[in-house]
């Protein structure tokens, strides 16, 4: 069985998420393995999705200081949220009850898939078939 087949056989027989894949016909198994309901967190978040999630009035209120450090962490490209000097900064710029702040802590979540998380991509009923041994 190649190394996909293989991926997406272990998911349907360890089934991890408790999709309960077994009784499944293989296009509603493939329809569960890409449903995007899967909570995981995120290691490192995009620099831009940082700045799409900062309000610019509570930017706009930071002292020149604070601008120059949340500058720097855009800048980095990527910036893991979970990191304690992130952390502390981003506690230190973004008050408690802040919008900007709250977004930050949304943003350490992804919705995903189990097909995702598995790295074999968008799956078929047709690799589901292949994965079970029928086709």
Do not use: C, H
């Not at 949340?70 to 979970?82: F, M, P, R, V």
Request: proline residues 3%.
């Amino acid at each position: 069985m190649a190394g996909r087949a293989q991926t997406i056989r272990v998911e349907l027989d360890t089934d991890p998420a408790t999709k309960n894949y077994t009784p499944m016909s293989n296009s509603d198994a493939s329809a569960a393995m890409n449903a995007r309901d899967q909570i995981v967190d995120r290691d490192l978040i995009p620099g831009w999705a940082v700045l799409e999630a900062t309000v610019p009035a509570e930017w706009s209120a930071l002292s020149a200081g604070e601008k120059v450090r949340y500058e720097l962490l855009i800048a980095t490209g990527e910036i893991k949220l979970s990191g304690a000097n992130t952390r502390a900064w981003i506690v230190t710029m973004f008050g408690v009850g802040t919008q900007t702040r709250a977004n930050f802590v949304a943003l350490q979540d992804e919705t995903t898939s189990r097909s995702e998380i598995i790295g074999v991509g968008k799956t078929t009923g047709t690799d589901i078939a292949e994965a079970r041994g029928l086709v």
